[in-house]
């Protein structure tokens, strides 16, 4: 197991994750917290997917004492979008509407331009699709804020020149694996990644795969000597690619993933061809000793997002491990819920030109948000 | 003799450090071309306190061939200004005229704020009072941007992302004197010194002491790679401290100064105390042996600039190398030429209101720069 910001590799142990990076579980307690608080869970919470934390009870007790909190959360724009990047995105979308609150969404073009060899116009034309694909997710367009690192960079650079000060290039070292060799733009950007945390004179939360931890240590460092809150974060595990457990689902491999773009019968023959089988090679040995839900992928996929009805799950995990659902089975009813979600979202994105504007410059948050200037 | 972007100490040695730096020096040659096309030559060329350069030839060149090119120079916020501030803005001022190109003069507040013990609210203090010194100078309106880099950061983050992706710790480090413990703000800064160099597709003439060279070096590396010209320089000896011929004027020890702000009688005082004289102990041997004028600060005040008559420079130098005239003689004409110079000064200065404005916000270049957005 090796797990950094740059690199995650072989089976994930993740309570000797939480211990590792000094994290919490989020356990029975504050689930239930968060339940009543909420009226319901996330299936991405109930599920465990999201299953640590840093600050999350505070920010709950935030919550209950009426001075709220917000989110943030973004996307770097290298490529187009694929069902791993969603999941966050899924998540604030549910806190947002069950706790009322406003979020924040960067694009940080900056960082893809400086880190990666893509040119200015490819990343460009990323970061509008992957606005595209967001915001046709469905936030509340009076309190979400959209925005591209590079468009927005006039309201925070006095503020960020304020978190500069306070972080050598030594500390960038340690915690982002920068070399001599790393680009002076690229040494800069963490700092820019940092100031939506101060958006508000409130708590963030940020949902993350646990692997971001350590970008929020310098957050949390600096914080409280510029008089805003440490950023609290709560922590996804890895999804899983389409080959197997181990690893996460990467863009530099397209058969690892379904992409928000993929057609019906792309994902059909992903999926039936790619996606990872617990099932036994032979109808007659799957029928006699049963699939192995553990490292059956499809079954994965379900459990951790798309099959959100408890009481199916279960009878899908019944079946298939008494071998009288099929491996093909199984994957049918994968393919037909990435189908319907995405048949969903190709509806949200086909009139989604008027809530990026909302949500990008006309709306409530994001007409503030224009208006201000942090220093 | 030590000589580096940070550091100025010893008895300069000018030939040397053209040598060191490798730059050229400003022949008869260029001075007959240069005054052939102006019309006559500053004093500060004429002097040759301006005395070497990089590629000044080349803008002569361009200037000839009608392609122009454009002028850039700076001021870091970080006090008041005195004298030494004022000669390269005064030679912009000049070459501005005489050649009717554009001049940018960046305030890099953001550079002081991050290599400064400075509070963000000395920084916009020292700006403003530095904005309406350089505006009092008088540059034509229509032809002259003067920016803060905190509030045009949002025009020129994007070719700043270009530049930067080209330029590691590792030459900012070289080049700079950076170490692991700056911050990783003042890492990113030099990338923002560089931009203006980009505003035409121009070469661009930078009036800077020579000790600033080392500082074009990276533009020079990187600009043709982004399609721009490598800046000129043009570049001076260090002005002397009331003292004496070593080191540099420093703002940090006031008494080595005359400020632009000091009163009539201050300026007096400070000069008859303080300035280094060459003349000799007793007034008896002072007509006897005459004084020494390569030391004499008074003379070399009025040499380098407050005295542009030769003719009558020459009559001082004459008279009080004869011992004729007395230190005390030589002080005074001193006293009178810089006290002239600061009373017009303060006149122009009560009315820069207006100039400011236009200079950065609403004269023809400043609407035209606002209205742009480099990538």
Redesign the interface.
């Known amino acids: 197991m090796r797990v950094t910001p740059w690199e995650v590799e072989g089976k994930i142990d993740y309570n000797k994750l939480i211990k590792e990076f000094g994290t919490k579980k989020i356990g029975e307690e504050l689930l239930k917290r968060m339940e009543k608080l909420a009226g319901e869970l996330h299936v991405l919470i109930r599920r465990g997917f999201f299953f640590s934390h840093r600050d999350l009870d505070k920010v709950l007790e935030d919550f209950e004492k009426g001075k709220g909190f917000f989110l943030y959360t973004g996307r770097g724009p290298t490529g187009d979008m694929h069902l791993g990047h969603i999941l966050s995105f899924e998540l604030v979308k549910w806190f947002q509407k069950r706790f009322g609150v406003n979020l924040y969404i960067a694009i940080s073009d900056?960082e893809k331009?400086?880190q990666k060899r893509l040119s200015?116009e490819e990343v460009d034309k990323y970061a509008k699709r992957n606005i595209e694909d967001i915001a046709s997710i469905g936030f509340d367009e009076d309190k979400t804020f959209i925005f591209r690192d590079?468009?927005y960079?006039?309201?925070v650079?006095?503020l960020?020149?304020?978190a500069?000060?306070?972080?050598?290039?030594?500390t960038?070292?340690a915690v982002f694996g920068?070399?001599?060799?790393?680009?002076?733009?690229?040494?800069?950007y963490?700092?820019y990644q940092i100031i939506p945390t101060f958006f508000e004179k409130k708590r963030a939360l940020i949902p993350a795969g646990i692997d971001q931890d350590p970008y929020w240590r310098i957050q949390r460092d600096i914080a409280e000597s510029l008089g805003y809150y440490k950023a609290a974060a709560i922590h996804s595990k890895f999804f899983p690619p389409l080959q197997g457990l181990e690893g996460k689902m990467s863009s530099s491999n397209p058969r690892t993933a379904i992409w928000l773009n993929d057609g019906e019968e792309e994902v059909k023959r992903k999926i039936m061809k790619y996606a990872f089988s617990g099932g036994k090679p032979t109808i007659e040995e799957h029928r006699k000793y049963g699939g192995d839900i553990n490292v059956d992928i499809p079954y994965q996929w379900l459990s951790i997002f798309f099959e959100e009805d408890d009481k199916r799950l279960e009878e899908i995990a019944r079946s298939y491990t008494k071998g009288e659902m099929l491996s093909g089975e199984i994957k049918m009813l994968l393919v037909e819920k990435i189908n319907n979600y995405l048949k969903e979202h190709r509806r949200k994105k086909k009139v989604v030109e008027k809530k990026i504007r909302k949500m990008m410059y006309e709306g409530k948050l994001a007409r503030e948000m224009w208006e201000k200037s942090f220093?």
Chains 1, 2 share one sequence.
């Open positions: 900056d331009f400086l200015w590079s468009e960079i006039g309201r650079y006095k960020m020149l304020k500069a000060r306070k972080v050598t290039f030594s960038a070292k920068f070399t001599n060799e790393t680009n002076v733009g690229l040494s800069f963490p700092i220093e």
